[in-house]
């Protein structure tokens, strides 16, 4: 047994800070494949082929305990999950043994032999021992069974058999004690129910391109092909049975033997926190699943983690500054080299928790510990740190950057992270030779080896600073101060007088021209102390209470309508600020508004030539905007329902894809092309009966931006319920941009967004009915066909959560934050609306009802109402249970 020792890195940087080598030990046997233990603050693993031991992390006094009782090779070890007592399971061919591990160093110190407790003999060659939450009972995989054993009476509980492989991984639920959970050589997991040694779920065969093979029936023989013994299977890509049905193949397999040539399932992690299952195979992909209450074990996201390390290398490279010597001082991130070496596996070895509550989410670029669960993931090349929430790699080390290391390929890995500590422990086995190594890694330093490119500058949605002097936001302020329209002042003058008796008065009012009005920079409410009592903006308005953030979510179907009698697409829908109204966009060139619970008849908007694309409403309730792929941008006056302002296909070189108010109504800022335009309006409001022909209203660009690499902007988004300086674009080469109006310029670039170009942005705005912290305002959601919806944090400029589970391969579905900001809503082809909470990566609701693919969601900012529109032409309500 060797000291413990720095291992220092190839390239003569400080790797002593990342990892440590504590202890390497010679065995005479292999332990390759091995099941190894560790648990804070005990390591176990199989030392001589038959011989357990144990390592004690924190007491030096109590380093090794040498424990003997089996004859043949230890093959499994599991501790227990209570500290007193401290019990450790091992198992070989001959023998599964409990040991009290308190018991056993008594004995060594009063120079006695300690003895385990044998609690089953010749059970067959065991892979996996795991202890349930209470350490009343162990599963025991042998074979392709699982045994249940009693610790006090020694008893075999149940016998659980089903799988067609060997039994690689078992795990108890943490929240349901007598729920196991297990996964096998065959490619699939299987829940039982131990106490009454029934199966309750089988999963399909999981296959590594991300398609399921589903079971038709089992036992079938063919006579006529000579195929006896197998079970059909029918099998088809992703979206080849959705566009052509009659494509799908049946394909015949022996899935008896189908373990044999497909990797199998060989660890599995149960995630308490987000009631998730995690499952690794021996290519490298990884499986998430949902347990929770209703979601029927629904997979969440498939991953390959080859994949996964790409795309760290590639992080890593942009992040190199170009000053660097020719060897960098720190770990690289590169996968395995395809050159002249082989190429590695990634084999998932093994799951553990990552405790990441030291690593200080204040540092920019760092995972947040208070968003995301975090994973380690155990290869036969490297440790990874793998975040569920947004299914990335947030840290890669490969045993191959740091050569002093012992163990280059590991044949089987365990780990654990110390809470409270920046120290994690690995504990290695080698592939090809006997050598165990226990690897003291230092987190913090590898996230910092892994860290993400220099974000720049700190971004807000909320302002910190007034408008500068030479932002283009400030022409805006500077209008609405010395404005004083004289045309205004006389048609006020005019609509005062007209019809009216004419009265004289000593003293007169004045009218307030003669003096600028003070602006004020609006903010949200972000006062989370509410006395109870309203606030002054909210004395006139509708409904004038606070959102009810304790309500239940709108999932029960209230009504539904058909907005249009040829079945034209509903393209777009959004409500008024005020609650009291919903506008709709329709393919038929229409523009509808009705009012909030869908009654009466709604006010329709014509005049443009081909489908309404977007439908937007000023802050104040008075306007309603409206773009359409004839290329025009239309304002219309809601009283009056008749056209206020219209922007023809002359203004600009490329059609308008993205428009809205903005900057509380002050500016109007629209898409075209690869520019951002922003725009300064005046909507005259006074029109003489005899002259209602002549428009006076005018509007005249102030300022663009153009994209960086003058790609087409794709989808665009600002805040116009407060004043704020950011605007988000996304870019026809998935790329996403953020531009800071107040100082003119981009101020940050996001590449790789999605696989696909973003068609929306949504951002967590809330609204004038509810109050909520700062924060939560710099958080927005993106959306591309096929690829789910990710959430993103404005702070950080990184991923924090993918919402995965809604399909959505060929048509652009919408999406919406709700006002208290706990769900997504997005649409959906397969005709139903899918809500998220914030804090799980898989849908919450599934509203059913739709006739057709679900094109648009929004929510009421006054009410807890959730607004659907279909592809056949209907409106749906949504209201609280």
Not at 548 to 559: A, I
Request: charged share 20%; hydrophobic share 35%.
């Amino acid at each position: 047994m060797e000291e413990p020792q720095e291992i220092s890195s190839t390239n003569d940087g400080c790797v002593g800070d990342i990892v440590i080598e504590k202890y390497l030990v010679e065995s005479q046997e292999s332990a390759s494949h091995v099941q190894l233990a560790c648990s804070v603050p005990h390591c176990a693993f199989p030392l001589d082929g038959n011989k357990l031991c144990i390592w004690n992390t924190n007491d030096p006094s109590h380093q090794f305990l040498v424990l003997r009782g089996h004859h043949w090779p230890i093959t499994a070890m599991a501790f227990g999950n209570t500290a007193n007592p401290l019990l450790i399971c091992s198992a070989s061919q001959d023998y599964v043994i409990m040991w009290n591990l308190d018991e056993c160093r008594e004995k060594v110190l009063q120079g006695l032999i300690p003895r385990g407790t044998v609690m089953g003999t010749l059970l067959g060659e065991v892979l996996c021992l795991r202890f349930s939450p209470d350490d009343s009972v162990v599963a025991v995989c042998a074979g392709n069974k699982i045994l249940v054993l009693d610790v006090e009476s020694l008893s075999i509980l149940a016998e659980l058999e089903g799988h067609r492989g060997p039994v690689t991984a078992a795990e108890f639920c943490a929240w349901q004690a007598r729920i196991i959970i297990s996964v096998s050589g065959d490619r699939s997991f299987k829940v039982w129910d131990h106490h009454l040694g029934s199966l309750i779920y089988s999963s399909s065969v999981l296959t590594g391109n991300s398609t399921l093979l589903h079971v038709f029936s089992a036992g079938i023989s063919d006579s006529g092909s000579g195929v006896n013994d197998c079970t059909r299977l029918s099998a088809w890509a992703d979206g080849v049975g959705a566009s052509d049905p009659s494509s799908q193949a049946v394909i015949v397999i022996d899935t008896s033997q189908c373990f044999l040539c497909a990797s199998p399932l060989l660890s599995l992690f149960i995630d308490e926190e987000s009631q998730q299952l995690v499952t690794g195979c021996a290519d490298g992909q990884l499986w998430i699943f949902s347990l929770g209450e209703r979601h029927h074990y629904r997979c969440v996201t498939h991953v390959d983690l080859k994949k996964k390390t790409e795309s760290v290398s590639s992080r890593k490279v942009k992040s190199q500054p170009h000053n660097l010597p020719e060897e960098s001082q720190l770990p690289s991130t590169n996968g395995p080299e395809k050159g002249g070496e082989t190429e590695v596996a990634l084999p998932i070895l093994s799951l553990a928790h990552c405790d990441l509550s030291l690593v200080l989410s204040s540092e920019r670029g760092f995972v947040s510990s208070e968003n995301a669960s975090c994973l380690w993931i155990g290869s036969s090349a490297g440790l990874f740190i793998f975040n569920v929430a947004n299914f990335e790699l947030e840290a890669v080390l490969y045993y191959k950057d740091f050569r002093n290391l012992s163990i280059q390929v590991a044949g089987s890995c365990a780990m654990v992270s110390k809470t409270g500590h920046h120290e994690a422990f690995c504990l290695l086995t080698s592939m090809f030779g006997s050598e165990v190594a226990m690897l003291e890694i230092h987190v913090a330093a590898l996230m910092r080896s892994c860290r993400r490119p220099d974000l720049g500058e700190d971004l807000s949605v909320l302002p910190r600073s007034g408008v500068l002097p030479t932002s283009p936001l400030y022409f805006g302020i500077v209008e609405e101060k010395s404005g004083k329209p004289g045309s205004q002042k006389q048609c006020a003058v005019r609509s005062v007088v007209k019809d009216q008796p004419l009265i004289f008065h000593s003293r007169v009012r004045s009218s307030g021209y003669a003096a600028a009005p003070h602006v004020t920079m609006f903010l949200p409410k972000t006062n989370i102390k509410n006395d109870g009592k309203r606030s002054s903006s909210c004395k006139n308005n509708y409904k004038c209470k606070e959102y009810p953030f304790e309500s239940s979510l709108p999932s029960r179907l209230s009504k539904q309508l058909a907005v249009a009698g040829d079945t034209a697409a509903v393209s777009c829908l959004q409500f008024s600020d005020d609650g009291r109204r919903l506008a709709c966009g329709l393919a038929n060139h229409l523009s509808l508004v009705f009012d909030a619970d869908l009654t009466g008849t709604p006010a329709v908007f014509s005049g443009h030539d081909r489908a309404v694309s977007t439908v937007c409403w000023s802050h104040n309730g008075r306007w309603l905007l409206s773009t359409s792929q004839d290329g025009t941008l239309r304002v219309w006056s809601v009283r009056r329902t008749e056209l206020a302002l219209c922007l023809g296909k002359g203004m600009f070189s490329k059609p308008i894809q993205s428009a809205q108010f903005y900057y509380m109504d002050t500016f109007i800022l629209l898409s075209s092309g690869p520019e951002c335009q922003l725009l300064k309006y005046h909507v005259d409001t006074c029109k003489e009966d005899l002259r209602r022909y002549k428009q006076k209203s005018r509007c005249k660009p102030v300022f663009s931006l153009r994209m960086t690499d003058a790609v087409e902007m794709t989808s665009l988004s600002a805040v116009n319920d407060f004043y704020s300086y950011i605007v988000l674009a996304a870019g026809r080469n998935r790329t996403l941009e953020v531009f800071d109006l107040n100082v003119g310029r981009s101020a940050a670039l996001i590449a790789g967004v999605h696989s696909r170009p973003v068609h929306q942005i949504c951002q967590n705005k809330g609204s004038s009915f509810t109050t909520r912290q700062s924060q939560v305002y710099n958080l927005f959601t993106t959306t591309a066909v096929g690829d789910g919806i990710r959430l993103w944090d404005l702070r950080t400029l990184r991923c924090e959560r993918r919402f995965e589970g809604h399909p959505s391969r060929c048509y652009p579905c919408g999406m919406a934050f709700s006002p208290c900001g706990r769900y997504v809503a997005c649409g959906a082809e397969d005709r139903h609306a899918y809500v998220y909470e914030m804090g799980s990566s898989t849908f919450s609701h599934r509203l059913a009802g739709h006739t057709d693919t679900v094109t648009g969601v929004a929510f009421s900012p006054s009410a807890p109402q959730l607004a659907t529109a279909t592809l056949d032409g209907k409106l749906q309500l949504f209201l609280a249970e």
